[in-house]
């Protein structure tokens, strides 16, 4: 099933899959039979060893590339560059927390108890902040993206995952019925999808402020991240 080589979390070879969208929410998307392929390729793909998904590996390898670490994320959070680092991560991304908070300047907030689009910080006070499949849940993105941009340092970045329909622009769902991701048996308020990410999704974060956004595929059109600075 699996075409990955080595987790970039925590360098495990064995992977297991379960498939995890619903009829439901496949309707709400509209997706074809290839989009819901790939998407549950995504979440469902699991590293046997972490339980990280193909998603948190995406966002994962972006980080190391940033830094050009040539290694694995648990490797990377006992360097020197890593522990020097100043990280904010908005939401759990996957389950790359229990990893990243080893670094003594790591901190988790969560939204919406933290409203992604008015943080507590100071300008300029990390050099990285990590979100993952979160942005599509807040009403405003280019208002969370912009708000991320504020809190980091001259040479920050910000590294996040969405949902991508790759064959298509992002729509919103403002007009739309209301659509839930999370599961099928809870449909909790927080995870209400606002926007659908489409191929355009580099446009967020430069309206949003950044001067650059990125593409980076981890594997292609299943894994794939942004690199906003």
């Known amino acids: 099933m699996s075409d990955v080589r080595a987790c970039p979390v925590c360098g495990g070879d064995h992977f297991a899959y379960k498939e995890v969208l619903w ?7 509209e997706l074809e039979s290839h989009e819901v392929a790939y998407i549950n390729r995504q979440q469902g793909l699991i590293c046997s060893e972490c339980g990280n998904s193909l998603r948190s590996m995406a966002l994962a390898d972006t980080a190391l590339s940033k830094y050009k670490f ?3 994320l648990r490797d990377f ?4 560059i890593a522990r020097a680092l100043k ?5 759990e991304a996957g389950g790359l927390t229990s990893t990243l908070a080893q670094l003594p300047g790591h901190l988790l907030v969560k939204h919406p108890e933290y409203d992604m689009t008015r943080l507590p910080f100071d300008r300029g006070t990390f050099d990285l902040v990590l979100h993952s499949d979160t942005l599509e849940h807040v009403f405003d993105p280019v208002a969370g993206l912009a708000e991320c941009r504020r809190l980091l340092n001259q040479n920050g970045a910000c590294i996040y995952t969405v949902p991508i329909i790759v064959g298509r622009l992002t729509r919103s769902r403002e007009k739309l019925k209301l659509s839930f991701h999370g ?3 809870k449909k909790d308020s927080e995870q209400i999808v606002y926007t659908e990410f489409g191929t355009d999704a580099w446009q967020w974060p430069i309206r949003a402020g950044f001067k650059s956004a990125a593409i980076h595929a981890f594997e292609f059109p299943a894994a794939l991240a942004i690199q906003a600075e």
């Open 23 to 29: 009829p439901e929410l496949i309707d709400d998307w």
């Open 87 to 91: 990280i904010l991560e908005i939401n």
């Open 77 to 80: 959070v006992e360097s020197d």
């Open 70 to 72: 040539d290694g694995t």
């Open 183 to 185: 599961s099928n048996e």
